[in-house]
């Protein structure tokens, strides 16, 4: 068993003790427009505060390292919301009865790989293996894997070794699922993690998967100790003069999660 594991396991332990206590001195919300000036969790390094601030100029924040930090901290009321991607929230509200995710996103993002500015081959390659996997519909049966909730998440295995031309480091932080997490075998797996092993097939590489936290995905890819990244990142112009990123390979949002409070007192009552 991983440290992440043993983390992920001791959290959700926390939040199962948290849900029965019902620690939090936080208000409730039942609509989204009430979050204006509230304190918001956000992942480090990622770009949500920022999308976050275009929706509540005056939202303050609070920074984590993983999302079950992030889950945490809403849990016991040191924060009033979390701010992550749709795809992510969608799979945590899943699991968590007393968590709410709004329906309506406070962005639109498109999502993608990232290599090295002097790297256009590899971002090629991966732009075509992206439109091959499009055109064969293996993209389409990865998407339903991934994120339909039907239960069904695993990477199909690869036939035989694949390294005749050496290794490809795939830079991840294995903290958004459904995109790149660790399950409960200890292996990181996901969509992103699946789609950068067609990558490396197609270069005949094997692939290497590195674990960091998210804000250090960036940071590694400069200093070269890998190849490329991903994990659910949000191609914005201002990454853009850091990093060369791949074709958008899917386009999402910036959901917002809260604790269920008035809301659902609303719909016990019936009004």
């Known amino acids: 068993m991983t440290g992440y594991h043993i983390r992920f396991i001791a959290v959700l332990a926390l ?4 849900a029965l206590t019902g620690c939090s001195r936080r208000e409730t919300f039942d609509r989204l427009e009430q979050l204006e000036g509230k304190e918001f969790a956000i992942l480090s390094g ?10 509540f100029p ?4 609070q920074y984590f390292n993983t999302v079950a930090d992030e889950v945490l901290a809403l849990q016991t009321g040191k924060v009033d ?19 709410y995710l709004f329906p309506e996103l406070i962005s639109a993002d498109r999502y993608g790989y990232a290599v090295k500015p002097d790297n256009p081959g590899l971002r090629d390659s991966i732009d075509q293996t992206v439109r091959e996997l499009k055109t064969s ?7 339903h894997r991934w994120f339909s909730g039907s239960g069904v998440q695993d990477m199909i295995p690869d036939n035989g070794p694949n390294d005749r031309n050496g290794v490809l480091k795939l830079g991840t932080a294995p903290v958004t699922e459904p995109f790149s997490y660790v399950d409960g075998s200890g292996r990181i797996v996901g969509f992103d993690i699946e789609m950068a092993g067609q990558v490396a097939r197609k270069l005949g590489k094997r692939l290497e998967v590195v674990s960091m936290d998210f804000g250090a995905l960036i940071p ?3 200093s070269n100790k890998v190849d490329m990244i991903g994990a659910c990142i949000i191609i914005t112009d201002e990454r ?15 959901g917002v999660m ?9 719909s016990q009552s019936g009004k």
């Open 46 to 55: 990622s770009v949500c505060d920022r999308l976050v601030m275009e929706k």
């Open 258 to 266: 809260v604790k269920q409070g008035r809301l659902n007192n609303k």
């Open 137 to 143: 519909g293996r993209y389409d049966e990865m998407m």
């Open 15 to 18: 939040l199962l003790i948290s």
């Open 81 to 99: 919301a979390v701010a992550l991607d749709e795809p992510i929230l969608r799979v945590i509200a899943k699991r968590t009865p007393d968590l």
């Open 220 to 222: 590694a890819l400069v």
């Open 58 to 61: 005056y939202a303050k924040f």
């Open 240 to 254: 853009a003069r850091k990093v060369l990123f791949s074709e958008p390979y899917y386009t999402g949002g910036m």
